[in-house]
């Protein structure tokens, strides 16, 4: 596996005591050392994104406001839950870089793993097209669509997202799109109390009561999510990989444990040898309690790499 990361990401902060907080890359860091050292994970620096990539997903104006905004010093308020510093704008541009960095691994003939995991910050999939929120500067994941769907000629993407919170920006910018899909389980109600109903037929929201945990998402996953995946057959597997659904989290009230995201992160890679020459790729969202966080990419990685060609 490909592990798309740089320090820079680092250094962007949003305030003190802000759960979106550089501690998350460090804990998740220190916690994989050992997969690194055994050469199953290969760093790789990411692509820093400019204005025009960028704007494959958002409007010209919105990605000006956020270049122009970027500070010298101290911090600048996005929205109540989203700062900059001065660091931010690099680590959102490397961040919104990492997929297309993960695409020309994943394309190259002389790489033998098709798996890329974006390990970046900020987070990306609250952001819409004319909009940054929730903790999102850019929206990295639906660039990195975009671009697969526009620059290297990929007819059926899906998205897959199961961070506690809606995708609100990806599907602000995906729906309708003829080349891809998104399937999207989340808390609800809740924060950004969006998702219900779904904008359009090529997004298949889930929503999921406060509480629900293992069997809950077990089931959904066997009844729902592994059939749509398999009616769309894509040729490309893009995913939205947050843990704050997970029972030590704070930020919400789902009941995920780490055996859920081995399960989540095995289940994709078998689709993804099945449809897509296992090519999957995915990116970090939420997950702020540090210990959780931490086991829950590290056990959502192994079962990746258990099924791993």
Known sequence: MHLIFSDQCIKHEMGE?????????????????????SHKLFQQEPLQADAELIQLAHQHGMVEHIFNLSPCEGYVVIDPDTQMNAHSLKAARLAAGAGISALQLIEDETQKSKQAFCLTRPPGHHAEHNRAMGFCLFNNIAITAIYAAQNLNYNKILIIDFDVHHGNGTEDIVKGHPNISLISSFQHPWYPGSGVPAQSSNIFNFPLYAGSGSEVIGQLWRDQIIPITRRIAPDLILVSAGFDAHQEDPLAQLNFLDEDYFFFGKTLAQLANEFCNGKV????????????????????????????R
């Open 281 to 308: 790729i995915s990116f970090l969202e939420g997950g702020y309690q540090l210990d959780a966080l931490a086991r829950s990419v590290r056990a959502y990685i192994q079962g990746q790499l258990s099924e791993s």
């Open 17 to 37: 005591s802000h759960p979106e907080s550089p501690d998350r890359l460090t804990a998740i860091y220190s916690n994989l050392e050992d997969l690194i050292d």
